[in-house]
């Protein structure tokens, strides 16, 4: 049983920076992808990007791309979400979420995942 904490997040103003971490407990960490989810208020949670169990392959989805730049620590048993020129649309709650996979097909289907993090706040705001 896996289980998943995020931290990070917080407020920033448009053009900034912000990370978010995710701590996993597992037995073997790199067997997972690591999927990043977010929900903003009235709307569906989206997939954000997924990482492969060895770090080797990312995919984002197209509106974060060459914003957003997903990581493993997996000695750590850490996974990250760096999100650079933020803008307000990236405000919401943010997610991680394992795959009971190493690779990220996929990756954006919700029921895929097996283990999720609580949630962890994004505001982008001057």
């Known amino acids: 049983q896996l289980q998943l904490v995020e931290s990070g997040g917080g407020q920033v103003q448009p053009g900034g920076s912000l990370s978010v971490s995710c701590k996993v407990s597992?037995?073997?960490?790199?067997?997972?992808?690591i999927g990043w989810f977010r929900q903003a208020p009235g709307k569906e949670r989206e997939g954000v990007s997924c990482i492969s169990g060895t770090g080797g392959m990312t995919m984002y989805t197209h509106s974060v791309k060459g914003r957003f730049t997903s990581s493993r620590d997996n000695a750590k048993m850490m996974a990250y979400l760096q999100m650079s020129n933020l803008k307000p649309e990236d405000t919401a709650v943010y997610y991680c979420?394992?795959?009971?996979?190493?690779?990220?097909?996929?990756?954006?289907?919700?029921?895929?995942?097996?283990?999720w993090g609580q949630g962890t706040q994004v505001t982008v705001s001057s």
């Open positions: 597992a037995f073997s960490l790199d067997y997972n992808a």
């Open positions: 979420a394992a795959l009971p996979r190493r690779r990220c097909s996929n990756w954006t289907i919700l029921l895929e995942y097996d283990w």
